[in-house]
């Protein structure tokens, strides 16, 4: 049996809360920094408005709103970049390691298992190859918008430097799979192949794998690294199944159909009415090229987004040539320290995304008053915020001709209400004759017929209908994983997390030993690009692999003190920004208009810019795994 021999001191997880991290002495600023323009708005009507335009999106059913893809409406996760048939024996030996994914998350942390030593290793993914979202997110457009010098994750490990500022998903699933073949994670590999279930063998102090290829593997450790965004989401629109013309999800882009490829050329879609729901990130990249090819493109919208300028270039061979040893890392850190606003001599990344969090901290900045109460900086940061979104929607009304659909076009929510996207053809597309703006005024469309899609009472006849619809986010972890796992004396982590996630450091959870998560966000550290932290994470887990394996550990299990400790952290932090997020038009960020405390404890980690990777780099350099139940 795996009856703990120690318990190693829990640490105390108190952070000092770092309440108005975007602060900084006027001293501090770089001279080049953009200044601060006359307020030219109504306040007071701007907060009326975007209060207003919140009320009209708000729904009592929430997350629940949408539809999970299963039953009648699997299809929508066919696998359309394989060919059918594929089959296998089934496997039934003992590894050290088994990865769940094979996303950024599962290569990263099979990378640095391999860095640390740690050969027996297998990963299982139910696409035909690596690169997660990116494996099936390949519709017409898609491209990354975080820079890719930083966004692509162990470039100078890899020896690739991308080849634009911003790259094509196309280049990013081929720099996924070069990660596969640089550390060898083909040979340990198996695709097209879902987990059902892992359980926890007591006796024997190892996870039994099972797969819908009747696998039954062993492993020593088990690693769920599924992603943030795995699941694609249906809306729960009436008569949804009664559609009859051509319909799939975004994230399965049917080019079989279509035509074309991700560069566009659709041909398929020459003379079709085409319709597409959804106005969120997939979209804004999707709908140029649907547009140039379709007959007819209606683009359905309940939420517009904001669309800033996204600048492009081709990489500078002399700047690559002109860096030194170790400049990757220094480059993410610089980002991250900066969009979480913190203070650096120089902005090495220079983009849509800094530019935001520069323009917030100058709101504060410019106001003379020596009076730093939390009040009063909460006004000039919500002015300063006020002021860049203005930009925003001035940006829509220079490129959109018609004045109804520009304004329909016009976010009125605070910047981080939603994603930021960034795009120079999106707002242009609807100037195009053949493209109309169906906007639903919040309320989302009416209805599905046979024929097409109802708004306000008026039917839009379509040949196709495109789901731009998203991926879940809120629901259970084990919803989204497609399978449930099993901990001490079989209770379901459904039911551990039922009232919400509880882990420390958003890697493992009390009573599921030697199970790691890679969650990116949840209970982990804020971050804008999300495979900064993927890295940081699978770090620290190939660390906690190594050191139960060199000492010859059964099991490693984060303490239930701990965990409560670092629960109670998360939620001091959530506390503080609620009011932020309860004033927020519905999205996915908070739980689509209804934070609670189970939102609230999902959260992140809200410290100063680098505190959390600083609390793993301490954790590690004191080597006594503090907080954890050791057998």
């Known amino acids: 049996m795996c009856v703990p021999t120690r318990v190693a001191t829990s640490s105390t997880f108190y952070i000092e809360p770092i309440v108005f991290k975007m602060i900084f002495k006027r001293e501090q600023m770089s ?23 919140r009320d009209k999106r708000l729904r009592d059913d929430a997350n629940d709103q949408y539809i999970q893809i299963k039953g009648d409406y699997a299809h929508y996760l066919d696998d359309p970049y394989v060919e059918p048939g594929f089959e296998r024996e089934p496997l039934t030996d003992e590894v050290e390691v088994v990865i769940i994914g094979g996303g950024f998350g599962g290569l990263l942390t099979g990378a640095r298992l391999r860095d640390e030593g740690v050969e027996d290793i297998r990963i299982i993914d139910s696409a035909g190859d690596f690169g997660g979202t990116w494996y099936w997110n390949r519709y017409p457009g898609v491209a990354c918008d975080i820079e890719s010098y930083i966004y692509l994750p162990l470039l100078e490990e890899t020896g690739h430097m991308p080849q ?28 097209q192949t ?49 559609f009859k013309g051509h319909t799939f999800h975004a994230s399965r882009w049917d080019y079989a159909y279509t035509g074309g490829n991700a560069d566009g050329g659709l041909d398929g879609l020459e003379g079709k009415r085409v319709g597409i ?29 904001s669309i800033d300028v996204k600048n492009n270039e081709l990489t500078d ?27 650096q001599k120089e902005d090495q990344v220079n983009d849509g995304w800094t530019d935001i969090i520069r323009k917030l901290m100058l709101g504060v900045q410019d106001n003379q008053s020596d009076d730093l109460s939390p009040n009063v900086i909460a006004r000039n940061m919500e002015l300063a915020d006020y002021e860049k979104m203005e930009q925003i929607r001035a940006r829509v009304e220079a490129l959109v001709d018609d004045k109804e659909t520009a304004e329909a076009l016009k976010p009125y929510y605070r910047q981080f209400c939603k994603r930021p996207c960034f795009h120079n053809e999106y707002l242009p597309t609807f100037n195009r004759d053949n493209v109309t703006l169906v906007d639903t005024k919040g309320k989302g469309v009416e209805r599905i017929t046979e024929n097409g899609v109802v708004v306000d009472g008026k039917e839009y006849e379509l040949d196709c209908l495109i789901y731009a619809s998203g991926f879940e986010v809120g629901t259970s972890y084990t919803r989204r994983g497609g399978y449930e796992i099993y901990g001490k004396d079989g209770q379901s982590l ?8 509880r882990t420390l450091h958003g890697m493992q959870a009390h009573g599921f030993p030697n199970c790691f998560f890679v969650m990116s966000i949840t209970q982990s550290g804020f971050t804008v690009n999300f495979t900064h932290m993927l890295g940081e994470t699978g770090k620290h887990l190939a660390y906690l692999v190594k050191t139960a394996i060199d000492r010859k550990l059964s099991s490693i299990e984060v303490s239930e003190e701990a965990e409560a400790e670092w629960v109670d952290t998360i939620l001091s932090f959530a506390n503080r920004s609620g009011g932020f997020q309860q004033g927020c038009t519905p999205s996915y960020y ?3 208009g209804k934070p609670g405390e189970i939102s609230r404890q999902n959260g ?28």
């Not at 102090?205 to 088990?222: E, M, P, Q, V």
């Not at 040539?321 to 991250?336: A, K």
């Not at 459904?494 to 996630?501: C, F, I, Q, S, Y």
């Open 194 to 242: 879902k987990v059902t279930e892992v359980r926890w063998d007591d006796d024997a102090c190892r996870w039994i794998i099972s797969t819908d290829r009747a696998d039954r593997i062993k492993a020593h450790f088990i690693c769920n690294a599924l992603g943030v965004l795995n699941m694609p989401k249906l809306p729960g629109i009436e008569g949804i199944e009664d």
């Open 277 to 305: 729901i959804g106005t969120g990130a997939t979209a804004v990249q999707c709908v140029p090229h649907v547009g140039e090819s379709a007959g007819e493109l209606y683009v359905f919208q309940r939420t517009p987004s």
């Open 317 to 343: 061979p002399e700047w690559v040539e002109s860096l030194e040893p170790g400049w990757h890392q220094e480059r993410m850190d610089n980002f991250q320290i900066l969009t979480a606003g913190g203070f």
């Open 590 to 592: 908070n739980n689509e």
């Open 494 to 501: 459904t039911d551990r997390w039922g009232d919400g996630v």
């Open 164 to 191: 634009q500022k911003y790259v094509t998903g196309e280049e990013i699933l081929e720099h996924c799979q070069l990660i596969g073949r640089t550390y060898h994670l083909y040979r340990d590999v198996c695709f």
């Open 604 to 631: 992140f980690f809200l410290g100063a810019p680098m505190e959390f990777m600083d609390l793993l780099e301490d954790f590690r350099k004191d080597g006594t795994l503090k907080g954890m139940t050791l057998v």
């Open 31 to 53: 001279t080049d920094a953009p200044t601060s323009t006359t307020t030219s708005f109504n306040p007071a009507a701007l907060r009326a408005k975007y209060d207003a335009e």
